[in-house]
């Protein structure tokens, strides 16, 4: 008797038999069999090339194939050289089909054995071809381009624009096979090929008796001095680094990602993004691998980043979309859908106004340049944004009960209009005059019960600019709100904020934007499983979707070792440590003080720079260094924003005592304008953890739910976060009033992506680093008297004193950028340098006068101590 287990296995066998038969019927007629399966195989070959890992795969085998071929005509070329006048009697009566099948026509004197290049009969044709037949000497270059074309392909290199290597490549054949070409014409030296190739020599000899050989030496020179003079600007200061000359006009303590990314365009990108200068002419250098072509902008539409406004991207992203369909796409915009119930209530779908909902997605040439690539929308996940299924009956009866409910508390109210939001609903009503508003204030929990509300509800008395009351009840079925939709939205596409942070949306399904450089620090509180680490995520997200490696730093402290872990790999991007620390996250809560303190000499060290400006904060600093009205050979250098988020400050107080409040407090007192912002998360808000000091200093709040009332009025001053549903819901309060918001769900595989693509681009060459923290006693630091022994000075003393005499320039700022050390250090060092009489004392802003005139001097006065 077959059981209850043994049916789907005889069900399976059916099905497994039919298949079988259905395999057999169809192979039973060959040409449908052969022709479905290169369909199929087809198909799938096109499958993989387009999936990433395949694509890479190709392309290194392709790379490799290329490569291979050069080495092979490289060998060739130059065999060609030794032994190509002996091969000429064979190789010259070739035809390229006989070349191909290796035989000769009859009357040759000789064998395809008597050959004796390397390479034999192929690549013998090959060089005689390339050498004689093409451009002479000038091949070797196409030789050159063609072995750059195989490590970008194999991705073993990819630096410069492949565009601009094709043009110089061409340019250095022609170049060079003239000039061979009109040497070997001048000086009439015959050998057994032509040096410039047919094509040259042909062009030559016409030239010659045209201009005569005055005319073409002119025109050789004037254009090699041409590409000298185009490639000087681009590539000097990249290959002075390459040969060790040891002189890079770039900051090193407070370096930015332009001034050494291994990217396209290296110097061209950085003079715009230090500078602030623009091509003026929008053809010049017209790259579409690696160039925007941006218009010329005021200083006001380019204030703080290097990149173009987002309003600048907003607006070419409008015009390609309505002037270029398939290049750019556009959401349809949705309006707010409005119905009416009985006795004239308006019930409003919100769907969120045309600035939050029309998503302009920005054209990918528009988000390249210097190399970087932004991410891209299409990194994140669609969510599904369409309309929730309006339930009339159900709207109408949870309005009846509220009214129900307060007539029999003796309250009169007049339904004005229902929002049906992502999470919640709003019911807004008119109230009785002879009503205080005090009185329906705490009547939450009556209400909840009455509604059989899922969550708990919020009253909002009286709404603002209304002159009505609002009830917020959690819908049944929630919709989620999805990060895509945020970062596509027009309001954050086109913001001039700062630092913008697109968090989620309204009740009206609007999104949800604030500036973290205004606020300008952050508490965050919420308990467990409720949204807060997705709250995390959704604020840096915001920001790498919205600056640039140059523009902006992160410090991420992360006791549970957990949350933050995902960014290691853009750690060279987007973060920064101490210059001893090997991992960019810091799990480690007993180096958080360190770096804290750290931030603080940071701090200090930029306001010396706002005052040395004569300016009151970082973007009014970072547009005048833009502007060349600040010089990195006075000491400026340009201030990226720099952001400071701890996913767990209670457990940071509980492991390293009151003792990290002082660092915190100081940073939020003074920090904002110099450009440096905090973001506290805590899942338990107590009085203990979230001090009044800290309060004080830190005045715009999200809570996600809390787990009690107590906790709630500690991080809002009210007990609304109690009773929030959960699953991203929260309230935050910028300090000038409350709002309640949904937090944007963004998972795992979404972050993933995007530190995948971020972790793939050009990166710097050193690692933003912090400043040393301030010295502890006992410590050596500054040499004694006189300079003190050896032994107290600094490991990199003598060498900092060298480069000193060697510069004829002595300054803190351009030793921590020299020698990429710290600010304390590199002062510690000039201290050093004064009290054994190498540089002057300090005389306010001024550089220290250096007062030994050459290394020998510099010898003896190292000798004595």
């Known amino acids: ?65 290329l490569l291979a071929f050069v080495i092979y005509t490289l060998v060739a070329c130059g065999s060609y050289l030794m032994v190509g006048a002996r091969d000429q009697s064979i190789v010259t009566e070739l035809t390229p089909w006989e070349a191909l099948t290796q035989t000769l026509p009859e009357g040759i004197d000789g064998t395809v054995a008597d050959i004796q290049n390397v390479t034999r009969v192929h690549g013998a044709y090959l060089a005689h071809w390339l050498m004689d037949g093409f451009l002479g000497f000038g091949s070797w270059f196409l030789l050159v381009l063609c072995f750059i074309g195989a490590l970008r392909l194999m991705r073993i290199s990819t630096r410069g624009s492949l565009i601009k290597i094709t043009v110089y490549a061409i340019f250095l054949s022609l170049w060079t096979g003239l000039t061979a070409a009109t040497i070997q014409n001048i000086l009439g030296m015959p050998t057994f090929f032509r040096w410039g190739g047919a094509y040259c020599t042909l062009w030559i000899d016409n030239l010659l008796l045209a201009i005569g050989w005055l005319g073409v030496a002119l025109i050789l020179l004037v254009s090699i001095i041409i590409l000298i003079v185009v490639i000087r600007y681009e590539y000097l200061q990249w290959m002075r680094r390459a040969i060790g000359l040891g002189w890079v006009k770039r900051p090193n303590r407070r370096r930015t990602a332009d001034s050494s990314l ?53 607006s070419r992203a409008t015009s390609q979309a309505s002037t270029n369909a398939p290049q750019a796409r556009r959401e349809p915009v949705s309006t707010p859908v409005e119905e009416s119930l009985e006795g004239g209530v308006t019930v409003t779908v919100a769907q969120g106004d045309a600035d939050s909902q029309a998503a302009a997605v920005v054209p990918q040439s528009e988000t390249r340049r210097g190399g970087y690539q932004m991410p891209s929308p299409d990194l994140l996940a669609d969510v599904d944004q369409s309309s929730q299924t309006i339930d009339r009956a159900e709207i109408k009866e949870i309005e009846q009960l509220i009214i ?47 509604v059989e509300s899922i969550g708990g509800i919020r009253i909002i008395a009286p709404m603002p600019g209304r002159g009505t009351i609002g009830i917020e009840v959690p819908n049944r079925n929630p919709r989620t709100v999805g990060m895509k ?21 309204t009740i009206t399904n609007d999104v949800y934007l604030f500036d973290l450089s205004k606020m300008p620090h952050l508490l ?27 523009e902006l730093k992160l410090i991420l402290i992360d006791p549970k070792m957990l949350e933050f872990s995902i960014y290691e790999s853009i750690g060279r991007h987007f973060l920064t440590k101490l210059e001893d620390e090997e991992k960019y996250i810091i799990t480690d809560t007993n180096k958080a003080l360190p770096v804290l303190e750290s931030l603080c000499v940071d701090m200090d060290g930029r306001y010396e720079l706002l005052a040395r400006a004569k300016v009151r904060n970082i973007a009014e600093y970072n547009k ?32 390293t005592g009151r003792a990290i409040e002082k660092p915190i407090a100081r940073l939020a007192q003074k920090a904002r304008a110099a450009g440096i912002h905090i973001v506290l998360a805590t899942q338990r808000p107590s009085t203990d953890v979230i001090t009044g000091l800290i309060k004080a200093n830190f005045p715009a709040r999200i809570a996600f739910k809390v787990s009690s009332q107590v906790d709630s009025r500690t991080i809002l001053d009210t007990k609304s976060a109690k009773d929030l549903i959960g699953r991203g819901d929260m309230l935050i309060n910028d300090g000038k009033e409350m709002r309640r918001i949904q937090c944007a769900f963004i998972d795992t595989p979404e972050t993933e992506r995007i530190v995948d693509h971020i972790s793939r ?19 050596a630091g500054t040499a004694g008297p006189g300079g003190g022994g050896a032994s107290e000075r600094d490991p990199l003393f003598e060498e900092v ?56 001097t510099l010898d003896q006065l190292l000798d004595t101590f």
């Open 404 to 450: 129900e409910k307060l007539s029999d508390l003796g309250i009169g109210l007049e339904p004005v209009e229902v929002t049906i939001g992502p999470t919640v609903t709003l019911y807004e009503f008119k109230l009785d005059p002879k009503v205080k508003v005090n009185r329906i204030r705490s009547l939450e929990d009556d209400i909840a019960m009455k």
């Open 761 to 779: 681009q050009p990166y710097p060459t050193v690692p933003y680093l912090l400043p040393e923290p301030p010295a502890t006693e006992g410590a």
């Open 524 to 550: 965050i509180a919420g308990a467990t499983g409720q949204g807060k680490s997705v709250g995390l995520n959704a604020l840096i997200t915001s920001l790498l979707y919205n600056k640039r490696p140059e």
């Open 262 to 314: 291994e990217r396209d365009e290296e110097e061209v990108d950085d003079e715009e993004a230090y500078t602030g200068e623009e091509p003026t002419d929008a053809s010049e250098d017209a790259d579409p691998d690696d160039v925007d072509n941006e218009p010329n902008t005021t200083d006001d539409e380019d204030e703080e980043a290097p990149l173009p406004a987002p309003s600048v991207l907003a």
């Open 1 to 65: 008797m077959a059981t209850s287990k043994d049916k789907p296995t005889k069900k399976r066998s059916a099905q497994t038999r039919k298949r079988t038969n259905a395999s057999s019927r169809k192979d039973s007629n060959p040409s449908r069999s052969v022709g479905s399966r290169m369909r199929s195989w087809a198909q799938g070959l096109q499958n993989n090339v387009a999936d990433k890992r395949y694509g890479e795969l190709i392309s290194f085998i392709l790379g490799l194939i």
């Open 624 to 655: 005048l260094f833009r502007q060349g009205r600040l010089r990195e050979e006075d000491g400026f250098v340009f201030l990226p924003y720099l952001v400071l988020i701890v996913d767990e400050f209670a457990d940071l107080i509980m492991t």
């Open 485 to 505: 939709a945020l970062i596509t939205s027009q309001k954050f596409i086109t913001t001039d904020q700062k630092l913008p942070i697109a968090i989620g949306r």
């Open 801 to 856: 004193a060298r480069h000193v005499v060697q510069m004829q320039q002595g300054s803190t700022s351009n030793i921590q950028r020299r020698f990429n050390i710290g600010y304390n250090r590199a002062g510690r060092i000039m201290d050093q340098l004064y009290e054994c009489g190498i540089v002057s004392a300090q005389d306010g802003s001024k550089p220290r006068q250096v007062l030994i005139a050459d290394e020998t």
